[in-house]
């Protein structure tokens, strides 16, 4: 476990890339979960993660994830395929989540299933798991509920893309349209430490709350892909105003980051009662 800490801060320190949101964005969404988490789940989850907050763990399933993959028997026979990570979800043509893995291929690009199998799992067997699988599995769930609410980690029937094509926005050239909703977009809306951020976002009533956290994962990831869709309708080239960008998609952002917040901590609450 020591050592697996150790290997995890050192790959913090080694790597700046995120995919899906950016490491702000990540650690405002698990410090949203964390001030709705139940008494008995903070319990749990102090017991089981040395006393880290969830926020710490925010962003490893991306900091450290070629070894993490090995470890959550992620292993593909092609090595090239050890850094592809189960960061995103497909869903057909009204927004309903793909459920399950295609032919067997464990690798299909289904964060949404992967949270559902993982919480399940956690639900029935977290008192008999080592400690590194726990500490592992709590971390990608706290990652997967980020993930799935990024407006560019969903493939739609007419767009596998998630964005990865070049585009200009503002003056600046990007070459992949996805960055924007791996950093660019929150940043700018957001420009504060990730405590400051929850502060300002997390001010729903519990009515409010109640509604976003209705159903199961899987309903949260097709509501999370009908309101993404306006996203998808940039394509390759487009030239973008960032002004209009920002205002027209500020909203969605913040209602993601607090969906995604309030969801994984229903969900942690869930597996911990």
């Known amino acids: 476990m020591r050592k697996f800490v150790l290997l995890c801060i050192v ?41 880290k907050s969830i926020v710490y763990y925010a962003s490893y399933a991306d900091d ?16 090239k395929r050890k850094v592809t990570f189960p960061h995103t979800f497909e869903v057909d043509d009204d927004c ?23 919480a399940a799992d956690l639900k029935a067997n977290h008192g008999n798991m080592s400690d590194s699988l726990r500490v592992l599995s ?4 706290v990652h997967w509920l980020g993930d ?39 940043g700018s809306l957001f420009p504060w430490g990730f405590s400051d951020c929850a502060l300002l976002l997390d001010t729903h009533s519990p009515q409010e709350i109640a509604e976003m956290t209705k159903g199961n994962v899987y309903d949260w990831g097709k509501d999370s892909a009908m309101a993404s869709r306006p996203v998808h309708e940039y394509k390759e080239g487009a030239v973008i105003n960032s ?19 309030y969801r994984l901590a229903k969900m942690l609450n869930e597996i911990f009662e």
């Open 138 to 141: 709590i971390a990608m769930l």
């Open 243 to 261: 002004h209009e960008y920002r205002n027209r998609f500020a909203p969605l952002a913040e209602s993601q980051v607090c969906k995604a917040g």
């Open 148 to 186: 799935m609410h990024s407006p560019a980690h969903i493939r739609y029937p007419d767009d596998q893309t998630i964005g990865r094509y070049p585009v200009v926005y503002g003056n600046k050239k990007l070459s992949k349209y996805h960055s924007l909703w791996d950093g660019v977009l929150f």
């Open 11 to 51: 790959a913090v320190m080694m790597c700046g890339t995120s995919y899906g949101w950016d490491r702000r964005a990540h650690a405002t969404i698990a410090k949203i979960a964390e001030n709705h988490l139940t008494p008995m789940a903070k319990r749990w989850l102090d017991k089981y993660l040395d006393g």
């Open 64 to 79: 450290f994830k070629p070894e993490l993959l090995m470890e959550l028997d992620f292993e593909p026979s092609n090595a």
């Open 96 to 118: 309903t989540v793909f459920k399950g893995m295609r032919n067997g291929d464990k690798f299909v690009k289904n964060c949404v299933y992967l949270a559902d199998r993982y």
